[in-house]
């Protein structure tokens, strides 16, 4: 063993950083979003486990909000990746569009759900 993990682990990140570094701003930025909704739905999890969960269809709406709205950063980041060749036809203008409609029918249902 001539390399301890903590050596290892820190190679890890130094090569992630350094690939993340390439990556363009409007990716970075639609990572920052997802990071958000995602951090925003651990806070309301840990608020519901220590005050209590009495309006369970507040919380429900909250945290699914937070998730949906996340999984649809993630698709709309595979989608205006240049690198990726699977959506190489698709501008961006229309992922960007199908991501705003597609988060307004996510908000309607929720906005349904709480009554």
Same mark, same amino acid.
């Given at each position: 063993?001539?390399?301890?993990?903590?050596?290892?682990?820190?190679?890890?990140?130094?090569?992630?950083?350094? &690939?993340?570094?390439?990556?363009? /701003?409007?990716?970075?930025?639609?990572?920052?979003?997802? &990071?958000? &909704?995602?951090?925003?739905?651990?806070?309301?999890?840990?608020?519901?486990?220590?005050?209590?969960?009495?309006?369970?269809?507040?919380?429900?709406?909250?945290?699914?909000?937070?998730?949906?709205?996340?999984?649809?950063?993630?698709?709309?980041?595979?989608?205006?990746?240049?690198?990726? /060749?699977e959506f190489?036809?698709?501008?961006?203008?229309? &992922?960007?569009?199908?991501?705003?409609?597609?988060?307004?029918?996510?908000?309607?249902?929720?906005?349904?759900?709480?009554?």
């Open positions: 063993m001539a390399r301890s993990i903590g050596d290892d682990v820190l190679a890890l990140f130094h090569s992630l950083r350094s &690939a993340y570094a390439a990556t363009p /701003k409007n990716l970075k930025i639609i990572d920052l979003y997802v &990071a958000f &909704a995602v951090s925003t739905a651990l806070i309301q999890v840990v608020y519901m486990a220590m005050v209590g969960s009495f309006p369970f269809n507040s919380f429900l709406s909250g945290v699914l909000s937070c998730v949906g709205t996340a999984v649809l950063a993630v698709c709309l980041r595979i989608q205006v990746n240049k690198e990726n /060749k190489k036809d698709l501008p961006p203008e229309r &992922a960007y569009a199908d991501f705003i409609l597609c988060n307004l029918v996510l908000h309607l249902v929720i906005m349904n759900f709480l009554g």
